[in-house]
């Protein structure tokens, strides 16, 4: 099996923190010619990663592949097995997919106009505090030293930008008013298996940031 996929993307990253947490050694590649390629568009017609060849089998989108990796090797569990649990988690993973991670990623682009920087910041504060209460209401388990839960997959490349990433372009701290979260970040932060990904990310954003440069 392979991933194809870039370590800078929070997509990407929630996969192979999945990966790692599973035990699994599943290599993250690049595209074959690129996303946009013709051999990659038969993989996935979105042209976007990552995308998990499992052996022949085709799985899309970083939350359907966590999923796969989930019911494909159960042992050790990502997943809590009370369903109410288990909502919660699908559900903080939701909320990133849709009302965090699309302004928070679209606002490290900046276009120069503020009206429109000042409207995805809105959008993003929006998002977090859905998460901060999602977060509050059921709290995730601390993670365990040796491995994450599906949300915690998901979270940790999350507040890695929102700390790491997102001052080099924005001023405001987004964690300070979210203790849930803010307190999530500072175990991810030391995390054995969050620090790899995280190095990996910040190499992969240096590179991007001379390219543009």
């Known amino acids: 099996m392979k991933l194809y996929g870039a370590a800078l993307s929070p997509y990407s990253a929630r996969v192979m923190l999945a990966i790692r947490a599973k035990g699994l050694e599943i290599p993250l590649v690049d595209p074959p010619g690129g996303q946009k390629s013709a051999a990659f568009l038969a993989l996935n017609p979105m042209g976007k990663t990552p995308v998990l060849d499992a052996d022949g089998a085709v799985v899309i989108e970083s939350a359907v592949i966590c999923e796969f990796l989930e019911d494909a090797f159960p042992d050790p569990a990502l997943l809590p097995a009370q369903p109410a649990a288990r909502a919660a988690q699908r559900t903080v993973a939701r909320l990133l997919d849709l009302y965090v991670l699309p302004p928070l990623l679209s606002l490290m682009a900046q276009t120069g106009d503020s009206t429109i920087n000042a409207a995805r910041l809105d959008k993003l504060t929006r998002g977090l505090d859905a998460l901060e209460a999602v977060v509050s209401r059921t709290p995730l388990p601390a993670p365990a030293p040796t491995t994450l839960s599906l949300a915690d997959c998901a979270l940790a490349p999350t507040l890695l930008f ?29 995390h054995p298996l969050v620090t790899p990904v995280a190095r990996e990310m910040e190499r992969a954003l240096e590179a991007f940031g001379q390219r543009r440069g």
Request: glycine share 0%; proline share 7%.
């Open 162 to 190: 929102l700390e790491r990433f997102l001052p080099r372009y924005s001023q405001e701290d987004l964690l300070a008013k979210r203790p849930a979260l803010a307190a999530l970040w500072t175990a991810y932060a030391s």
